[in-house]
Structure formats: structure tokens, C-alpha cells
């Protein structure tokens, strides 16, 4: 399915996640139509017609990838005219909002959601689900890391995605393709 003529409201605390999230969307869209214009903004700045502007063609591609970050900070007068693109995009419009969670904002997601804009909630592991969170992170490198070693690795590094995320990157390298075991992660 194109990612065109779509919406997608990427909501959660963890920022690792919903970039990832996002950085997907954008790559399949650009894959689709690789002259396709990227605009991103924060919500913040969407005044007068900046909307228009972000999510409207222009002389040189007919296709548009709009991400809009911290979708909360929207401005009251905007809001109306964001559900209203995000509830029936146009078929050349891929269009990604990002909110970090919590109350800021609550009125337009609410208002989203009621629209039926598809959401992808990107919550933060739980604690016993880091090992795992590491794990994935050692396979999407390619990588085979074994069960003790990412609960040795989440014990030192602890319980950020990003810094959990780093450490396996590092330690991928310095594997040069072998298992990463618990010794790998003690050196």
C-alpha cells in the first residue's frame, strides 16, 4: 500500500521509536516517488498559511512527505484545518504527526483520533523488556547477541533506548560479525 494519500499520527514517549517510525513511512514513501518534497516543521510554527504550505505541492514535485513534530504545539487557529487534511488527505500527500504524549494537545488528538486517523503508539519498554528492546536492536545490525549479554549490557547502560541503541551499534562493530557475548560487554 502507497504511503500516499494517508495520515499517520505517531504518538508516545519514546522519541527513538517514533523516529524510527517515521523514518520508515519516509523511506517507502521516497522509495514510491523518489522525487517526492520532504517538509517538516513543529506544529508550533504552523500560523496563517504555513499548513497550506507544508502539506500543498509545489512547482518542482508533485508528491509531498509532511512530517509535523510536537503536533500538541499546534496553534488553536490551525487546529480545525490539521484535522481536516489529516482526516482526507490528498492522494499525493503522506503526511506523519508526531506527538510526544501526555495532556499538550489532547484536544486536537482527541479530535484526530475521532477523525479516524490511524495512530502508532510508540510506548516505552517496560524494564523486562529491555533484554529484548537489545536483542532486536543486535539483529537489525546483524548481529547475534546472546540473552546474558543484553542483560549484561541493559545493567551497565541501563534503561535509555538511545544509549541502549549506541551500545549495541559499538559493540556490533567491534564483533565484526561474531556473537556478542557477556565478555564482549564487560570489555
Avoid at 504518538?11 to 517515521?22: D, F, N, T
Avoid at 484536544?107 to 517496560?126: H, R, Y
Wanted: proline content about 6%.
Amino acid at each position: 500500500m502507497s504511503p500516499f494519500g494517508t495520515a499517520l499520527l505517531v504518538s508516545g514517549p519514546e522519541a527513538l521509536l517514533a523516529q524510527r517510525i517515521v523514518a520508515g513511512v519516509k523511506a517507502r514513501a521516497l522509495a514510491a516517488h523518489p522525487e517526492a518534497d520532504v517538509n517538516q516543521i513543529n506544529a508550533a510554527e504552523l500560523e496563517d498559511s504555513m499548513l497550506a504550505e507544508v502539506v500543498g505541492g509545489s512547482l518542482f514535485s508533485s508528491h509531498i512527505i509532511a512530517v509535523i513534530d510536537d503536533v500538541g504545539a499546534c496553534p488553536p487557529q490551525a487546529v480545525d484545518q490539521l484535522v481536516a487534511v489529516a482526516a482526507n488527505p490528498p492522494e499525493e500527500l503522506c503526511l506523519l504527526l508526531v506527538h510526544p504524549g501526555g495532556v499538550k494537545g489532547k484536544g486536537l488528538i482527541d479530535k484526530l483520533k475521532k477523525a479516524k486517523v490511524p495512530v502508532s503508539t510508540v510506548a516505552a519498554p517496560k524494564p523486562w523488556e529491555l533484554t529484548k528492546f537489545v536483542t532486536e536492536e543486535a539483529k537489525l545490525r546483524k548481529v547475534r547477541m546472546s540473552g546474558d549479554a543484553a542483560a549484561e549490557l541493559v545493567s551497565a547502560v541501563g534503561n535509555d533506548l538511545r544509549a541502549l541503541a549506541a551500545a549495541v551499534g559499538q559493540l556490533a562493530d567491534d564483533a565484526e560479525g561474531k556473537e556478542i557475548d557477556v565478555n564482549h560487554v564487560r570489555r
